[in-house]
């Protein structure tokens, strides 16, 4: 007689395997004594689900955690597919509320955050939007609330042409964007915890405020760079620096009586509109005050120049030389004046007559010289060892050359002063 032995409980069975499919009839797989139910592909295998929809409900505190085993890189990639209809959601629920929709049309109002773990240990992570076949749109916000401000949130473009779009984008840590950042509707603001902008084709655009939190770097972020500070206050460094001119114009000249300068009526072009101008003859000068401002980049160097024009005498005196010069004092506010120094400026004519000219830069150093300190002036021309410096050959009022201004250049690293007194 032959017996067959049923197994009656799966249990019983050290290797069971289905032979069909397994219909639940209403009923649910489950654990008891708080143990897991662990679902486990062999070698390169996935897990597959196909289902009208996915819901994962966590009890009380629970959460849902995805851990991958890291490969060599230290990287893993979570891919959303909504296949050729471009449509259908991810959506994250906390106690039945929903708290996050990635979806082609998502809720404006709803936020993403990404907190990276590793294990539970508190170590700075990358957080990475890979769009390189597209662009990426979240209608809510993206907030990375990174374990330490050193976390990154990378955002990949296609060929740097890719686009994330999204209401607001909250980085806590440091932003390294590949392609363009969008914010969608009017009104939107594109919020950056911390932002560094190294690819020089990288656009932010927002349809609101471009509003930073923290410390905004954009250029190399090392030695040539634009900073934003938490405070608002904006810091040029290196070839960042910008330049300007502190002008003295002939009108705030003071004259000293008996060797000043004289008004001379001068017609350029020799037709049109006469212009009044003062000509300095050999050893004429006037004084003059000026305030470095409150942009100056401290401790740099200065550097003086005068513009000027032989008038209707640039043919006759050809390449004539003129000796411009400039006597000087500078000193610092609660500072003392010292003895005054000389920059020769000397200048050739250039044989034209209406000439703009203007003479070569020279350095005037500002160690140690600060915003608010004042230039004390004298202006002058002379030839101390004669035929050395000034060999022009018209010696009245009429023939001598005309000083249209004169000015300082001066690096600028700041808009002003963050207070009345200082810098800082």
Not at 36 to 61: C, F, H, P, R, W
Not at 219 to 246: C, E, F, P, R, S
Not at 269 to 292: E, H, L, N, R
Request: hydrophobic share 35%; glycine share 12%; with cysteine.
């Amino acid at each position: 007689m032959l017996v067959t032995q049923k197994t009656l409980n799966i249990v019983e069975d050290a290797t069971p395997q289905l032979g069909g499919n397994l219909d639940v009839n209403s009923y649910a797989i489950v654990s008891t004594d708080d143990g897991d139910v662990e679902i486990t592909t062999d070698g390169t295998g996935s897990l597959n689900v196909s289902a009208a929809g996915v819901t994962i409900t966590g009890k009380s505190t629970g959460n849902l955690v995805m851990s991958l085993v890291a490969n060599a890189a230290r990287s893993s990639v979570f891919k959303i597919d909504h296949g050729a209809e471009k449509v259908g959601t991810l959506r994250f629920q906390v106690n039945g509320v929903v708290c996050c929709d990635i979806a082609s049309s998502p809720l404006a109002t709803e936020t993403l955050v990404i907190t990276p773990y590793i294990d539970n240990v508190a170590t700075a992570w990358v957080t990475t939007f890979d769009y390189t076949t597209g662009d990426w749109t979240f209608g809510g916000a993206i907030t990375v609330a990174g374990l330490t401000t050193t976390d990154t949130l990378t955002v990949v473009g296609a060929a740097g042409t890719g686009v994330l779009t999204c209401e607001r984008i909250n980085c806590l840590g440091t932003g390294s964007f590949g392609g363009d950042i969008h914010t969608t509707g009017a009104g939107d603001d594109l919020w950056l915890g911390a932002v560094a902008v190294g690819d020089s084709n990288l656009q932010l655009y927002a349809n609101g405020n471009l509003v930073a939190k923290g410390i905004s770097v954009f250029g190399d972020g090392t030695t040539n760079y634009t900073q934003i500070a938490a405070t608002g206050h904006l810091t040029m460094v290196g070839t960042a620096t910008v330049w300007d001119d502190v002008r003295i114009v002939p009108g705030s000249f003071q004259f000293p009586g008996g060797a000043d300068p004289t008004l001379q009526n001068w017609q350029p072009g020799g037709s049109g509109t006469i212009f009044p101008v003062y000509k300095f003859k050999k050893d004429d000068y006037v004084t003059a005050t000026c305030q470095i401002p409150h942009n100056y980049k401290e401790g740099s160097d200065v550097y003086f120049h005068i513009h000027w024009t032989p008038c209707d005498r640039g043919n006759e005196e050809t390449t004539a030389l003129v000796g411009w010069k400039v006597d000087y004092s500078w000193a610092n506010a609660d500072g003392t004046f010292g003895a005054s120094a000389t920059v020769n400026l000397s200048d050739a004519c250039q044989s034209t007559d209406h000439h703009h000219l203007w003479t070569p830069d020279v350095l005037v150093s500002g160690t140690g010289k600060t915003m608010s300190s004042i230039l004390m002036l004298k202006i002058y021309r002379s030839d101390p060892a004669p035929g050395t410096d000034d060999t022009w050959a018209g010696t009245t009022d009429a023939q001598s050359p005309a000083i249209l201004e004169f000015d300082i250049h001066y690096e600028i690293n700041s808009i002003g002063s963050q207070t009345t007194t200082s810098k800082a």
